[in-house]
């Protein structure tokens, strides 16, 4: 087992920047690749990005490419997500994610709140 908890959702206003953490425990964290979705109301969970266990190599969703950089410290066990120029339609729920030969964690979320 794998518990996730994230933390430094809030509300913004559009144009700014959050950088969200999501700590791990429970397992080694270098060996799972960790990645971030959202949940807008009323919408599915989407995928954001995500950053490989390997080579910290990483892959974003279109809407997240050039706004939001993931990355990870094994040593302090957390994944970030720094966002910037967020807009309103960023407005959702976001959950971090460990995966590991097809089994998938999930933490319970930060709400991220963008005005306009």
């Known amino acids: 087992q794998v518990q996730l908890v994230e933390s430094g959702g809030g509300l913004v206003q559009a144009g700014g920047s959050l950088r969200l953490s999501c700590t791990a425990s429970?397992?080694?964290?270098?060996?799972?690749?960790m990645s971030w979705f959202r949940q807008a109301p009323g919408k599915e969970r989407e995928f954001v990005a995500t950053?490989?266990?390997?080579?910290?190599?990483?892959y974003y969703a279109d809407s997240a490419k050039g706004r939001f950089t993931i990355s990870r410290d094994n040593a302090k066990n957390t994944v970030y997500l720094q966002m910037s120029r967020l807009n309103p339609e960023d407005t959702a729920v976001y959950y971090c994610?460990?995966?590991?030969?097809?089994?998938?964690?999930w933490g319970q979320g930060t709400q991220v709140t963008v005005s306009s």
């Open positions: 994610a460990a995966t590991r030969s097809g089994v998938k964690y």
């Open positions: 429970g397992r080694t964290f270098s060996n799972y690749a």
């Open positions: 950053i490989s266990w390997s080579d910290s190599s990483t």
